[in-house]
C-alpha cells in the first residue's frame, strides 16, 4: 500500500527551528519527484520546494530560501524539510507530495499533512 506520513510539526517560537519527516512505504521514495506543500488557512496551496527525482535537483520558493533546506535517508525511505529562521507567515499544514517526473503540479501521492504554528 502506497503511503506518505509527515511527522515533525509542532509550536514554535519566531526564529526557532523544525524539521519534518516524509516517511514512505509500499514505494521507494528517492525514485520520485518530492515536493513540500503548505496550506495556510484562507490561502491557496503553496510550494515550498520540490525535489527532482530525474535530476536530484532541489528547488526551493523565494520565501524559504536560504533558510530552508531537504535532506534524506535513503534506508529509512525518509526525506527531511529543516526548517530553519521561522516566521510567523511560515504557519500552514505542510504536506509532502510525490509524483513521477519533474517538479509541477498534479502530484500522485499525498501525506495527511503536519501542522507548523510560529507564535510568540
Known amino acids: 500500500q502506497v503511503q506518505l506520513v509527515e511527522s515533525g510539526g509542532g509550536l514554535v517560537q519566531p526564529g526557532g527551528s523544525l524539521r519534518l519527516s516524509c516517511t514512505a512505504s509500499?514505494?521507494?521514495?528517492?525514485?520520485?519527484?518530492i515536493a513540500w506543500i503548505r496550506q495556510a488557512p484562507g490561502k491557496e496551496r503553496e510550494g515550498v520546494s520540490c525535489?527532482?527525482?530525474?535530476?536530484?535537483?532541489?528547488y526551493f520558493a523565494d520565501s524559504v530560501k536560504g533558510r530552508f533546506t531537504i535532506s534524506r535517508d535513503n534506508a529509512k525511505n525518509t526525506v527531511y524539510l529543516q526548517m530553519n529562521s521561522l516566521k510567523p507567515e511560515d504557519t500552514a499544514v505542510y504536506y509532502c507530495a510525490v509524483k513521477e517526473g519533474s517538479c509541477g503540479s498534479d502530484y500522485d501521492y499525498w501525506g495527511q499533512g503536519t501542522q507548523v504554528t510560529v507564535s510568540s
Open positions: 509500499g514505494f521507494i521514495l528517492h525514485q520520485y519527484t
Open positions: 525535489t527532482s527525482g530525474l535530476s536530484g535537483t532541489t
